[in-house]
């Protein structure tokens, strides 16, 4: 999450609604700046030189891969059509890309992230796929809201969307937090850390994060009056 104060929010308000393919490319953009101090990213890209750039085009590509599952992109927006956060989910037992697409995307990959940075993002793949748990659920690889309105509750209405889809439906959510001061964040919408993977090489560390659905609520107790006089 960024320090810097957040922006006010537009005036006209804004909606949550699925993404739209002609913005893959702001979406990417958007990502793309969420995501510049990334310490995962940093480790996959060295060197800041353009690295913003490839981050744009890694998240465009990973929006390609989730496109065949229905609302998996999913936006908050102006009316007028200004993105303001953008967040990945993949349903239960929808999660894990098919060995053919991914070999499809391999030269796009090698594109991101060159020769050297393609290892390590392969390295960080096999950690979060050996650590990814088999209850069916629903998955967040990523989310992202533009750097100047981080702290304005933008990122916590995207993701609220779907978290109360989970609670009427009885299903656990997980996600992996590239960055520990993004922890409370999750925890304040129901996720809790349930391990850490730390990257070789002296790489950074990732935390899995599981959100059990919350009860649904129910009528209140009854409540005794107080005794007294």
Known sequence: MSTRPPMPLPSDGYGIRCARPAESGAIAALLARAFADDPVMAWMIPGAAGRELRIARYFKLAQRQQRPRAGAVR??????????????????????????????????????????????????????????????????????????????????????????DCDRLGQPAYLESSKAANIPFYEKLGFRVTGELPLPEGGPAIWPMWREPAPAAGPAPHQEPAAGR
Do not use: I
């Open 75 to 164: 936006v908050a927006a102006t009316g007028e059509g200004r993105l303001l956060a953008a967040a990945l989910w993949s349903g239960p037992g929808r999660w894990d890309t098919s060995p053919m697409r991914e070999l499809a995307a391999l030269p796009h990959y090698a594109r991101v992230f060159g020769v050297g940075g393609l290892q390590r993002a392969a390295q960080v793949q096999n950690a979060l796929h050996e650590a990814h748990p088999d209850t069916p659920h629903w998955y967040l690889p990523t989310v992202g809201t533009d750097p100047g309105l981080q702290g304005t509750g933008v990122g916590s209405a995207l993701l609220r969307q779907q978290l109360t």
